[in-house]
Antibody
Framework: QVQLQESGPGLVKTSQTLSLTCTVS??????????WNWIRQPAGKGLEWIGR???????NYNPSLKSRVTMSIDMSKKQFSLELTSVTAADTAVYYC?????????????WGQGVLVTVSS | DIQMTQSPSSVSASVGDRVTITCRAS??????LAWYQQKRGKAPELLIY???SLESGVPSRFSGSGAGTDFTLTISSLQPDDFATYYC?????????FGQGTKLEIK
């Protein structure tokens, strides 16, 4: 069974950098069959796709966040990461990582449980 | 960006009812639409992909249809476990976008 687990600070100061890591277990992380995604959800609101990364390091980002987002991947650790710079209160949200079996065009079939990140001065 | 609009935003229904939720895309997306169920405090779960394909392990009372700009999610006979928020997502082009959600509540 595939499992994804987000980790990182729950509190980030305004104007600083939010850094999260997603650790994948139980699945074919090293295969070329998946993109690895980040999605966020402010409290009581809808879902926003942040971007995705492939095993090669190739990325696609949401243009609304592109200037502040960097994703990276470490195949040896079965981890991928998100950095979001210059954060404000508007970046306070639950952040999810999720798997995208791109060859099936399924959308996001496995998700982490989510991690709440609060941005505050 | 492709805008996804769901209707209704909320719906009240009873166990055993048939419920339909609609998702409209601002431009054609072929069949590249997924539906998710999200329960309070939990991550979304994939129900339907490619507009009408049922994800493994999802009960057959869930079904999806549509193509182009108009899509529907139907729950044929509501069960207590189905009361949740439902989201559509287009995976046709970047950035992937979600509908605003439909909250399904117990009448």
């Amino acid at each position: 069974q595939v499992q994804l687990q987000e980790s990182g600070p729950g509190l980030v100061k305004t104007s600083q950098t939010l850094s999260l890591t997603c650790t994948v277990s139980g699945g074919s992380f090293n295969s070329g069959s998946y993109y690895w995604n980040w999605i966020r959800q402010p409290a009581g609101k809808g879902l926003e796709w942040i971007g995705r990364i492939y095993s090669s390091g190739s990325t696609n980002y949401n243009p609304s966040l592109k200037s502040r987002v960097t994703m990276s991947i470490d195949m040896s650790k079965k981890q991928f990461s998100l950095e979001l710079t210059s954060v404000t209160a508007a970046d306070t949200a639950v952040y999810y990582c999720a798997r995208d079996p791109w060859f099936q065009r399924k959308g996001l079939d496995y998700w982490g449980q989510g991690v709440l990140v609060t941005v505050s001065s | 960006d492709i805008q996804m609009t769901q209707s209704p935003s909320s719906v009240s229904a009873s166990v055993g009812d048939r419920v339909t939720i609609t998702c409209r895309a601002s431009q054609g997306i072929g069949i590249w639409l997924a539906w998710y169920q999200q329960k309070r405090g939990k991550a979304p779960e994939l129900l339907i992909y490619a507009a009408s394909s049922l994800e493994s392990g999802v009960p057959s009372r869930f079904s999806g249809s549509g193509a182009g700009t108009d899509f529907t999610l139907t729950i044929s006979s509501l069960q207590p476990d189905d009361f949740a928020t439902y989201y559509c997502q287009q995976t046709d082009s970047f950035p992937y976008t979600f509908g605003q959600g439909t909250k399904l509540e117990i009448k």
